[in-house]
């Protein structure tokens, strides 16, 4: 399991990676609803990585969630977003997908890709766009 965490980048760069991708999946979403208000809610949680890497000194990094509260998505406007978010998780190699919803006003998608990481973007009343590390190694570990 070690080995397979030393090929990845760490956990430092791995959470800027993810924190790039929410970026510019909330700015792809204010460039289609330009008066989107995004919030910064739940905190980030950091935390020991679940088995099989729970016996490395790996970590795993849950960002905050962005969210726009109350905001209006008609669907040809989820659409553009979700494009742009399936291309900055791309960019972080989370590419295999995920639809749990996908019905008018109600959609939960998420993008994941090695060892966990992962971004998902929702909308039923409130658009909501998370970031998940997966489990990687910090700096001072490798």
Known sequence: MLAQLKALPSLEDTKAQVQNAVSEITTAAAG???????????????????????????????????VAEGVHVSEPQWATILAAAKTSAAKIEATDVQVMKDQ?????????????????????????VSGYTGCRLPRSKR
Request: with cysteine; proline share 7%.
């Open 104 to 128: 008018p006003g109600n959609h939960d998608v998420w993008f994941s890709g090695p060892i966990g990481i992962s971004v998902k973007i929702a909308y039923h009343g409130n658009l909501v």
């Open 32 to 66: 289609v609803i330009p008066e989107i208000q995004w919030l910064s809610v739940h905190g980030e949680d950091i935390g020991n990585c679940e088995s099989p890497y729970d016996q490395t000194d790996g970590k795993r990094v849950f960002l905050a969630d962005s």
